[in-house]
């Protein structure tokens, strides 16, 4: 296949790269930087969509930039760089758990962005006869060189890791190699989506986590101490409400629709997961 992926050149987007290559696939990445294999948003938007198989959109600025303050305008830069390459969900609950057939309405910034990034993606009725249309809505990433863990491994190392508020939040996570394998896994053309409409995927682990839980883990395989817990009022002031609420409210997400499709999971669980991650 001729697979197109805006934002290939990010964390997940190069691990996708790899495994389609892997695979067999021809991927053109969508960048800012003209290069070989490589063509630029500008292009796109005055030559349009490339001969293509697949398109899969990845980019996006990254929402806990800590070099960025939280300001009206890099929330403009957060939506606009998901919706403007596109032209995603669940309400914060500890007991609820939520599958891709769940139902939900916008109730903060993340949940209207989520609203909007999908309705952008949206193919008109006469194109989704002929195209598969779906969306993976993921949970933290986690994987080398990249991702949430890149930011941890510092204060972990030092002992200064510990929970993030209360650390009792569901904590929704997967791999890196997970996330790219199920992008992979609904590009197959062999398999028969259960309707004509978009389908949704969890792109989570089955393994359903508390943030304290994920900071003992982390903190076991590292071998170092996990006692100082980050307060709920620290965050807020670092990262602004916003953004606070990401780290310290969690849905309970299980991927449903992901493993009746039958996706399998590498990394099921947290200790194969971060064993992987930082055994070297």
């Known amino acids: ?57 990845l980019a996006g600025e990254n929402i806990l930039n800590p070099l960025r303050r939280w ?18 969900c669940y309400r914060a609950n500890g007991e609820t758990t939520y599958t891709e057939d769940s139902e939900w309405t916008p109730f903060d ?39 949430a863990i890149q930011q941890m491994l510092t204060p972990f190392w030092l002992g200064l890791g510990g929970t993030l508020g209360s650390g009792n939040q569901p904590f929704p996570w997967i791999h890196v190699s997970d996330l790219a394998g199920i992008i992979s896994h609904s590009l197959d053309p062999t398999r028969v989506p259960a309707s004509s409409q978009p389908e949704v995927f969890n792109g989570v682990a089955p393994a ?50 992901t493993l009746e499709s039958g996706f399998q999971f590498q990394y099921p669980d947290l200790t194969s997961a971060l064993r992987q991650i930082l055994t070297r």
């Open 109 to 147: 910034v993340w949940s209207q962005l989520v609203k909007e990034w999908e309705e952008a993606g949206q193919l008109p009725e006469n194109i989704t006869k002929n195209t598969r249309q779906v969306i993976i809505r993921s949970g933290v990433v986690l994987g080398r060189g990249g991702g």
């Open 208 to 257: 359903l986590n508390t943030n304290c839980q994920f900071t003992q883990e982390l903190g076991r395989v590292l071998k170092r101490p996990t006692l100082l817990p980050v307060p709920e009022f620290f965050l807020r002031a670092a990262l602004g409400r916003d953004r606070a609420i990401i780290l310290t409210r969690g849905q309970r997400v299980v991927p449903k629709r």
């Open 1 to 57: 296949m001729r697979v197109l992926i805006g934002g290939g050149s990010g964390f997940v987007g190069r691990e996708l790269t790899k495994l389609l290559k892997v695979k067999g696939h021809e991927v053109t990445v969508i960048s800012r930087q003209p290069g070989p294999g490589r063509i630029t948003w500008t292009d796109l938007e005055s030559a349009g969509l490339p001969v293509c198989d697949a398109v899969v959109n």
């Open 71 to 88: 300001s009206e305008s890099y929330r403009a830069d957060v939506f606009n760089s998901r919706l403007k390459t596109t032209r995603t």
